[in-house]
């Protein structure tokens, strides 16, 4: 079947099958591999990409459901002149990555986060981020990244 | 003493950020999975369903017959073009990647389909018949033991016994015979595994004129397993060229990943195109050769009436699972640091390896070391139960000293340094144990108890590789290299190129050479890029295991650079008019001594060295070009003695940790939760302190997940039962808390700068802390936690035995 959707911006449109999952759609159909596939079953979130501004594990979806959806990928979040946006720079600064396999579903989990209203605080964060698994830091500095970047977000809007 | 030390130093010390991060929160990683060759194909392979039994037949027409399938292939013929993986064990337990008319557990690969596209190659899967004749199913490790006919996973070696040794080092029975206190305790390690959010994969690539394989795989250590993993296709060395990917967390688990590459190589030859195969998560945790130590104790601690450990024996039942491919190599490691930060004279190791229908083991962090650690710690803990000492006295008084190192175990190994008090005077400086005391009072009342524990732990750091054979008799490949390499060029732009040759996987290895390039050239990191050589482009390199690849690779990068500075001066030397003992190196340009102004930078230095061979005299002094290779063997290891009465040094780089954990449990619940964690590490001198917190942190979360959760639970029939995420529970951002990391250095007098390895260390510690803890809650009723994880069900089973104590 045939799908019009908005991948990062740019309109796009594709003949899928049906049973043609998000993320391979987003992998293998266009060469977007920075989503990442960790269990396939809806546990790890690593595969998080964002449907209409939601986080949406893209290996429980299937390509078909995107008809007219608008996706962002952790592709789309890199400044316009090709800079680390201020949340990809708080991961890098407050080493909230290591191996960085689960790093691109916890940016657009964070993502959609940040776009909330809110103070954000420890616990908060904690809650937002725990479908999404890493083994890698212990999560913490996960934690630190995403209040730094809500704070340097805040201070800038204020 | 290192206070000053450091102040030399320019770039060790320094939180520099990682290079690595910028393509990874871009999504540009390079990880197996990206990797995308014209007319790849993709495969899947169809794993067996019962725990033991024969294959009596399959039947792939089905399979063949639909459309976009290439190929279809069961075990036995697959073994005519890919040979059994390789094994250190002796005599060899064989293993094929994909089962040869035998499976021995679950998720064992029988067959497998490449196809157009991993959607079809499953389609393929589900109409391969497979008839299966039942064996019977051995799971519980003392049964296997004396188990017989069929079930006998390996009827060649007609046991299921595949190691069984005894080693007595130091006055063994003297000490068990004169203690005033013998505290014995049965252990059980649950069988866990390091579950990187990357499962393993591989594509590759086969020139059938050449005959050359090219595999990009998530495996590490290529340069040392290439040569075995071509073997097993039939090929020369040269024939198989192995890139060097981004790997998605190995935790030890991807250093001895064969069948994947295998399975993907041979069936590349096969279907003659390029083939992805990728595990999904059920074949990773049923397949991946990724479960760890699953072992039963019985283990006693002589304790003098004074409370000096006097002697340490260890009966140890392990059971590997359906094949033995790391040998006991695990026990080696445990062996390393068997006695701990403290004296004890005198050590018994009694080991029972057996073969039973699970996955086989491999390492993870820690390889078998954590679990020694653990009994240490609890039979240490229960010392002071039994001898009324507190436990935390009890440890002080029987840590070895910081003026006794470098100090000799019982079995021959070397301790390089430490000063085990200061660490944990610094431990005990971040809690207020009164507070917690008062606070567990006040718990009570509200339904809950508090528990305090404490762990100090050694954390032996830079494998050399005796410990993978020095338990067996006949070790079939004695191995004593474990070297590490590095090539570093300086361009004609006066920028500095390090070549390295093990991949990113988690640890941060472009960061620190970038670093310790920066501190041994003394040129600014931003001059520095670092990049990676496929096997073919390559040097001997073991990679990152055993916490050995800072050290190493400083080792590695000290050579190189030596080279290149001697070089640098000579041609700078040459350029200013003066002798090369007329010069000094400093802010990347080479001066006169006393006459500064008279100086030529590197990069002058570096164009000139590149492009003007005219300009300097003839001969081999000034060849064209500033570049050097090093290979660093490891340190500190000698040979052990033939009667294996003294192992030899073998894991000389020994750090120290004491973790103390406070939880609250959930007295309706039983649910455990961390409420404060305190980590202090001595990892001698530390090159980048936020990578070493976030090695440390992260190892924690792992032993957390170790100590409370996780656990590959098998079925009476050999079925997985705990198969997915879903079921085997690693920690989220909710189990895990804030740590508290601090650092005491003591540097190896060993190794270049001080370093001592640290990326197991947090793992190496937890556990032992969590189980005392929860023993701590229950103060003076008698529960002790011998097993893990300490689950609510767990937890409810041991307060219901337990019970007010009798005192």
Known sequence: MTISVTINGEPIAATVEPRLLVCDFLRDHLGLTGTHIGCEHGVCGACTVLVDGRTARSCLMFAAQLDGAEVETVEGLLLPDGELSPLQASFRDNHGLQCGFCTPGMLMTATELLRQDGRLDREGVREAISGNLCRCTGYETIVDAILTAGRDQAEETA | ?807
Not at chain 2, 37 to 58: C, D, E, G, K, Y
Not at chain 2, 607 to 614: E, G, V
């Open chain 2, 1 to 807: 003493m290192m206070s000053s030390d450091r102040r030399n130093f320019r770039w060790i010390g320094q939180n520099l950020k990682r290079p690595e991060d910028i393509r990874l929160v871009s999504g540009r990683g390079r990880f197996v999975d990206d990797v995308k060759l014209p007319r790849m194909a993709h495969a899947a392979v169809l794993a067996s369903p019962h725990a033991h039994a024969r294959i009596v037949s399959i039947n792939l027409d089905a399979a063949r017959a639909l459309p976009g399938v290439y190929l279809a292939v069961g075990g036995r013929e697959f073994a005519d073009s890919v040979g059994p993986m390789p094994t250190l064990s002796s005599p060899p337990v064989v293993q094929h990647c994909m089962a040869v008319d035998r499976v021995r557990h679950v998720g064992e690969p029988v067959a497998a389909i490449v196809a157009a596209s991993r959607y079809i190659a499953e389609d393929a899967l589900a109409l391969i018949e497979v008839d299966y004749e039942l064996l019977p199913a051995v799971v519980d490790p003392v049964e296997a033991i004396a188990a017989t006919g069929d079930a006998v996973l390996h009827p060649d070696r007609g046991s299921n016994v595949v190691h069984n040794s005894r080693h007595v080092w130091g006055p063994l029975d003297e000490a068990f015979a004169s203690a005033a206190h013998v505290v014995r305790r049965r252990f059980r390690w649950p069988r866990v595994s390091p579950q990187p959010i990357e499962t393993s994969g591989a594509v590759v690539d086969y020139d059938r004129a050449e005959k050359k394989f090219t595999v990009h795989s998530n495996m590490s250590q290529q340069s040392v397993i290439g040569a075995r993993l071509a073997r097993a296709l039939g090929v020369e060395p040269f024939q198989i060229n192995f890139h060097i990917n981004d790997v998605g967390g190995s935790f030890g688990g991807k250093s001895s990943l064969y069948h994947v590459p295998l399975i993907a190589a041979g069936l590349a030859r096969l279907a003659g195109r390029p083939v992805k195969y990728v595990e999904d998560r059920l074949e990773h945790m049923a397949n991946g050769n990724q479960h760890a130590s699953d072992r039963i104790y019985d283990a006693a601690l002589a304790v003098a009436a004074d409370g000096t450990f006097t002697g340490l024996c260890l009966k140890v039942i392990d059971d590997y699972g359906a094949y033995f491919m790391m040998n006991t190599g695990s026990h080696g490691n445990a062996l390393a640091q068997a006695t701990g930060p403290y004296r004890i004279p005198a050590l018994e190791y009694d080991l029972t390896a057996v073969l039973t229908n699970k996955t086989q083991q491999a390492p993870y962090r820690g390889f078998g070391g954590e679990v020694g650690n653990f009994v240490l710690e609890r039979l240490v803990d229960a010392a002071a139960q039994e001898t009324g000492i507190d436990r935390i006295a009890l440890r002080r008084q029987n840590f070895i000293d910081k003026a006794e190192f470098p100090y000799r175990i019982p079995n021959g190994n070397i301790y390089d340094s430490g000063d085990y008090h200061r660490v944990l005077d610094r431990a005990l400086s971040h809690i207020d144990l009164d507070a917690w005391e008062a606070r567990r009072v006040s718990a009570r009342a509200e339904g809950k108890r508090i528990g305090i524990g404490v762990a100090t732990v050694n954390e032996r750091s830079v494998l050399s590789v005796t410990e993978l054979w020095f338990l067996d008799d006949k070790p079939a490949f004695p191995q004593t290299s474990s070297p590490e390499s590095v090539r570093i060029r300086i361009n004609a732009d006066g920028m500095a190129v390090v070549t390295i040759f093990a991949p990113h996987w988690g640890n941060s290895p472009e960061t620190v050479a970038k670093q310790l390039t920066a501190e041994y050239l003394q040129i600014d990191p931003d001059h520095i890029a670092v990049n990676y050589a496929s096997t073919e482009n390559g040097l001997i390199s073991k990679g990152p295991v055993g916490s050995r690849y800072t050290v190493m690779l400083a080792g590695a990068i000290a050579g190189a650079t030596a080279t290149l500075k001697t070089k640098i001066i000579r041609f700078g030397a040459h350029m200013l008019g003066v002798a090369d003992d007329e010069v000094e190196v400093h802010d990347e340009s080479v001066s006169v001594i006393g006459d500064p102004s008279r100086r030529q930078s590197f990069a002058d230095i570096a164009r000139a060295a590149h492009s003007f061979r005219l300009s300097f005299p003839g001969g081999e002094d000034f060849r064209s070009g500033l570049s050097a290779e090093h290979t660093y063997d490891h340190p500190y290891t000698t040979m052990p003695k033939a009667d294996r009465s003294d192992l030899g040094v073998f894991y000389p780089i020994v750090g120290h940790a004491c973790h103390i954990v406070v939880v609250e449990i959930d007295e309706r619940t039983n649910q455990t939760r961390i409420v404060k964690y305190i980590a202090v590490h001595d990892a001698g001198t530390i090159v980048n302190p936020r990578i070493v917190e976030g090695q440390i942190r992260g190892g924690i979360a792992q032993g957390i997940g170790t100590a409370l959760y996780e656990i590959y639970r098998y079925g009476e029939d050999g079925q997985l039962l705990t198969a997915s995420l879903a079921d085997y529970a690693i920690p989220t951002a909710h189990e895990i808390p804030d740590i508290v990391v601090d650092h005491v250095e003591t540097p190896s007098p060993f190794t270049e700068f001080g370093i001592k390895g640290c990326g197991e260390g947090g793992r190496l510690a937890c556990m032992p802390a969590v189980a005392a803890a929860i023993d701590d809650a229950f103060r003076g009723e008698g529960l002790f936690v011998a097993e893990l994880p300490v689950t609510p069900s767990h937890l409810h089973a041991l307060r219901s035995v337990a019970g007010p104590s009798p005192e």
